[in-house]
């Protein structure tokens, strides 16, 4: 990659010149003319897969256990489940043996609905669902062709229909016989249906053998949507793996295989619930020393704690084979990793973060420091994780503000990197935050009036270790080019944080304390507004950013601290040269520019962002 361009005057660094909607637009001239070009495209094997955003069908014949697994499935992943036929039944309001023997019904009326039905899945819009199809829906050689191109099948299967039929046979013992089969009825029909539909579920999804429980299929399948590897190399010989898995026992799993063979010092938040013993239960209890920090948060980032860390490496004693697993937020991530660094010059480490902001920015990187003197980071170095290894079941567990925390870094990889993770995430935002959706009416802001029925209650969990990955991966890719800042590529992941530190400083200690996400979101917003301005940022685009970035902040923005503070809080920013800020923009999306910026500039931009929210011109993206 190429370095960012930089602003030719170290002092104020734009003209002001009235636009035709009497707003202030700058206009900057680059060091470098012509030579700031578009980031490289990211990998490919990076990118959100689509399955994320598809529905789940599983299909195969009556007796396959597609209900008992699409519901495991579905409290897996965190979606909504229907049973088609169960919908379908609603629909006639009566069972499906009853409408097979109506006369003016009838099996082919069924059919027809179930095909609508499924038509009308693929096509609509809304939070992608698990789905358990009727064994005849995939009769319809229309219904195979639109599952085919629309939808993310999986297939049941069993070659021996005695195997169903026990099933079936069993299932009907004791039933009311109105809801009994219609095609069930002796097994010689039985045998000759299966027969006729084996061709249309075949080379149609992926097959799956009925040799588990409902669970472990289920489990099985959810695995081959979040699993992701990502493999990066830094510095010249340090190399990072970024891996996700569905369930925290997968990751521990992995964890105890790659550190086979040698000990490990495994980092926790005292905080976390003990639950984390199953990782050293893993890791076997001949080779695991347990770490916990005596505080938590920001809190535990002090030489206190890393000293107490560091001299249970020492008496482990430790060899430069040993890993030191990390396994909590950003916090705990930033210890463990100037801890594995120091030691012995470097162990080999693990950083397992519990928070989508460690997952996709803390523990992406090879920062790692402790606060000092009072202020943030000031003692610290550079060390690569040998792993980044994260679990959907964690991340889909987080609440919503934790989420927001994380989805903010995630968001702001994709305004500098990828506009389609960008999209993703504005695009389903209501779901991956939990976001009660509003009641109807013309009066009421869609922030408001909200419906306590009709809530998300839990997070796909696809999509969000999808967004958790590629966002790592995004960033992990900067890193690799520009490993210890010496390019200038970097200084890109600055976007929003120079305004973000002066709100989460200047109401830090107190009881309104804004966090480092929120404050973020904020400064993101108040760097599209200037790229508004000063670098012809499309206004459509900036304005539905900035109003994305209001929902991550919680529906409103910290308010603006005081012009004199908020100076002071810009001069001792470590961007900071010849009186001027090193400040990130946008001139398009995936276009990010490096300017140089004066303190009372930056400050109006932020008060024109508070009357623009003040005046409801610009309101939370829902």
């Given at each position: 990659?190429?370095?960012?361009?930089?602003?030719?005057?170290?002092?104020?660094?734009?003209?002001?010149?009235?636009?035709?909607?009497?707003?202030?637009?700058y206009?900057?001239?680059?060091?470098?003319?012509?030579?700031?070009?578009?980031?490289?495209?990211?990998?490919?094997?990076?990118?959100?897969?689509?399955?994320?955003?598809?529905?789940?069908?599983?299909?195969?014949?009556?007796?396959?256990?597609?209900?008992?697994?699409?519901?495991?499935?579905?409290k897996?992943?965190?979606?909504?489940?229907?049973?088609?036929?169960?919908?379908?039944?609603?629909?006639?309001?009566m069972?499906?043996?009853?409408?097979?023997?109506?006369?003016?019904l009838?099996?082919?009326?069924?059919?027809?609905?179930?095909?609508?039905?499924?038509?009308?899945?693929?096509?609509?819009?809304?939070?992608?669902?698990?789905?358990?199809?009727?064994?005849?829906?995939?009769?319809?050689?229309?219904?195979r062709?639109?599952?085919?191109?629309?939808?993310?099948?999986?297939?049941?299967?069993?070659?021996?229909?005695?195997?169903?039929?026990?099933?079936?046979?069993?299932?009907?013992?004791?039933?009311?016989?109105?809801?009994?089969?219609?095609?069930?009825?002796?097994f010689k029909?039985?045998?000759?249906?299966?027969k006729?539909?084996l061709?249309?579920?075949?080379?149609?999804?992926?097959?799956?053998?009925?040799?588990?429980?409902?669970?472990?299929?289920?489990?099985?399948?959810?695995?081959?949507?979040?699993?992701?590897?990502?493999d990066?190399?830094?510095?010249?010989?340090?190399?990072?793996?970024?891996?996700?898995?569905?369930?925290?026992d997968?990751?521990?799993?992995?964890?105890?295989?790659?550190?086979?063979?040698?000990?490990?010092?495994?980092?926790?938040?005292?905080?976390?619930?003990?639950?984390?013993?199953?990782?050293?239960?893993?890791?076997?209890?001949?080779?695991?020393?347990?770490?916990?920090?005596?505080?938590?948060?920001?809190?535990a980032?002090?030489?206190?704690?890393?000293?107490?860390?560091?001299?249970?490496?020492?008496?482990?004693?430790?060899?430069?084979?040993?890993f030191?697993?990390?396994?909590?937020?950003?916090?705990?991530?930033?210890?463990?990793?100037?801890?594995?660094?120091?030691?012995?010059?470097?162990?080999?480490l693990?950083?397992?973060?519990?928070?989508?902001?460690?997952?996709?920015?803390?523990?992406i990187?090879?920062?790692?420091?402790?606060?000092?003197?009072?202020?943030?980071n000031?003692l610290?170095i550079?060390?690569?994780?040998?792993?980044?290894?994260?679990?959907?079941?964690?991340?889909?567990?987080?609440?919503?503000?934790?989420?927001?925390?994380?989805?903010t870094?995630?968001y702001?990889?994709?305004?500098?990197?990828?506009?389609?993770?960008?999209?993703t995430?504005?695009?389903?935002?209501?779901?991956?935050l939990?976001?009660?959706?509003?009641?109807?009416?013309?009066?009421?802001?869609?922030?408001?009036?909200?419906?306590?029925?009709?809530?998300?209650?839990?997070?796909d969990?696809?999509?969000?270790?999808?967004?958790?990955?590629?966002?790592?991966?995004?960033?992990?890719?900067?890193?690799?080019?520009?490993?210890?800042?010496?390019?200038?590529?970097?200084d890109r992941?600055?976007?929003?944080?120079?305004?973000?530190?002066?709100?989460?400083?200047?109401?830090?200690?107190?009881?309104?304390?804004?966090?480092?996400?929120?404050?973020?979101?904020?400064?993101?917003?108040?760097?599209?507004?200037?790229?508004?301005?000063?670098?012809?940022?499309?206004?459509?685009?900036?304005?539905?950013?900035?109003?994305v970035?209001?929902?991550?902040?919680?529906?409103?923005?910290?308010?603006?601290?005081?012009?004199?503070?908020?100076?002071?809080?810009l001069?001792?920013?470590?961007?900071?040269?010849?009186?001027?800020?090193?400040?990130?923009?946008?001139?398009?999306?995936?276009?990010?520019?490096?300017?140089?910026?004066?303190?009372?500039?930056?400050?109006?931009?932020?008060k024109?962002?508070?009357?623009e929210?003040?005046?409801?011109?610009?309101?939370?993206?829902?």
């Amino acid at each position: 990659m190429a370095a960012v361009a930089t602003i030719a005057n170290t002092a104020a660094v734009a003209t002001v010149a009235e636009n035709t909607h009497n707003k202030p637009r700058y206009r900057s001239k680059m060091l470098f003319p012509g030579k700031n070009p578009r980031p490289k495209a990211p990998p490919k094997e990076g990118a959100l897969p689509p399955e994320l955003g598809r529905h789940l069908f599983l299909i195969g014949f009556m007796g396959s256990g597609k209900t008992s697994v699409g519901r495991a499935l579905a409290k897996l992943l965190g979606r909504e489940f229907l049973d088609l036929d169960k919908a379908l039944e609603r629909e006639y309001g009566m069972p499906i043996p009853a409408v097979f023997k109506d006369p003016s019904l009838g099996e082919p009326d069924f059919r027809e609905r179930e095909a609508k039905r499924i038509s009308g899945l693929l096509t609509a819009k809304g939070a992608p669902k698990v789905v358990a199809l009727g064994g005849g829906a995939t009769m319809d050689p229309k219904t195979r062709e639109a599952l085919k191109a629309n939808g993310l099948v999986f297939y049941l299967r069993t070659d021996d229909p005695g195997l169903l039929w026990e099933r079936v046979s069993r299932e009907a013992k004791g039933g009311d016989p109105a809801s009994l089969r219609p095609l069930a009825l002796d097994f010689k029909a039985f045998g000759k249906l299966f027969k006729d539909r084996l061709p249309s579920y075949q080379g149609l999804g992926l097959p799956l053998e009925l040799t588990s429980p409902p669970e472990t299929i289920a489990a099985s399948i959810g695995s081959t949507l979040v699993a992701r590897v990502g493999d990066f190399s830094a510095y010249g010989e340090s190399r990072c793996s970024i891996r996700t898995f569905l369930t925290k026992d997968g990751l521990f799993s992995k964890i105890a295989d790659a550190t086979s063979g040698h000990k490990c010092l495994v980092l926790l938040d005292h905080a976390l619930p003990f639950e984390e013993g199953a990782l050293l239960r893993a890791l076997g209890p001949d080779r695991a020393v347990v770490y916990r920090t005596k505080a938590r948060g920001e809190a535990a980032k002090n030489l206190r704690e890393l000293e107490g860390l560091l001299s249970a490496l020492a008496d482990g004693p430790f060899d430069r084979s040993d890993f030191l697993v990390a396994r909590g937020g950003g916090s705990l991530t930033d210890l463990g990793a100037l801890a594995a660094g120091l030691f012995k010059r470097g162990i080999r480490l693990i950083l397992s973060p519990t928070t989508l902001l460690g997952a996709v920015d803390a523990a992406i990187g090879g920062k790692a420091a402790v606060n000092f003197g009072g202020a943030k980071n000031q003692l610290g170095i550079f060390y690569l994780p040998q792993d980044v290894w994260l679990d959907g079941e964690t991340l889909g567990s987080l609440p919503q503000a934790l989420l927001s925390e994380g989805l903010t870094e995630a968001y702001k990889m994709g305004l500098l990197s990828d506009k389609g993770l960008s999209e993703t995430i504005s695009s389903h935002l209501g779901a991956l935050l939990r976001i009660p959706k509003a009641r109807p009416g013309p009066e009421s802001p869609r922030w408001e009036g909200l419906d306590p029925l009709e809530q998300h209650p839990t997070n796909d969990v696809p999509l969000l270790t999808g967004i958790a990955f590629r966002s790592a991966t995004l960033k992990m890719e900067v890193v690799a080019a520009d490993f210890r800042e010496n390019l200038g590529i970097r200084d890109r992941l600055n976007l929003g944080h120079t305004w973000g530190h002066v709100v989460e400083g200047a109401h830090a200690g107190g009881t309104d304390a804004v966090s480092h996400g929120r404050a973020v979101a904020h400064g993101m917003a108040v760097s599209l507004l200037y790229s508004e301005r000063a670098l012809g940022l499309p206004h459509r685009f900036a304005h539905q950013a900035r109003s994305v970035c209001l929902t991550l902040a919680g529906g409103t923005f910290p308010e603006n601290p005081e012009d004199d503070v908020a100076k002071a809080l810009l001069l001792k920013d470590k961007k900071i040269r010849d009186g001027a800020l090193k400040f990130v923009g946008l001139r398009n999306p995936e276009d990010p520019v490096l300017l140089k910026i004066s303190p009372e500039e930056l400050i109006g931009v932020a008060k024109d962002l508070a009357i623009e929210c003040s005046s409801k011109a610009l309101r939370p993206y829902l």
